[in-house]
């Protein structure tokens, strides 16, 4: 199955690092947004997402916030020693 998220910054991040991905249109490009942390092949956490109007994220607040969370939701994950499916599972039943 071909995935609908797609790397944030091509070549900016390591791939099996907590990646932070993005998902729109599918048959063609849409302004609408999903933002999410790839945890591995087939987990994402979902942090939010927005109408993209502007080339770069930073240009506008509302997707500035955006970038903000993504990076707050990696930076909790790292923290709690989750890099792949099973630190992520171990964490929630844990935690539950």
Same mark, same amino acid.
């Given at each position: ?35 999410? #942390? %790839?945890? =591995? ?9 927005? !109408?993209?109007?502007?080339?770069? +994220? ?9 970038? #903000? %969370?993504? =990076? ?9 020693? !989750?890099?792949?499916?099973?630190? +992520? ?8």
């Amino acid at each position: 199955m071909k995935s609908i998220f797609k790397p944030l910054k091509s070549n900016a991040e390591n791939p099996s690092n907590l990646l932070r991905t993005k998902a729109y249109g599918t048959t063609m490009a849409s302004w609408l947004r999903l933002y999410e #942390i %790839k945890v =591995d092949s087939n987990m994402y956490i979902i942090t939010g997402g927005s !109408i993209k109007l502007t080339q770069r +994220m930073e240009d506008r607040k509302h997707t500035m916030q955006e970038l #903000i %969370k993504l =990076d707050m939701c990696r930076e909790f994950l790292r923290s709690e020693g !989750i890099f792949d499916e099973a630190g +992520m599972v171990e964490f929630l039943e844990s935690e539950f």
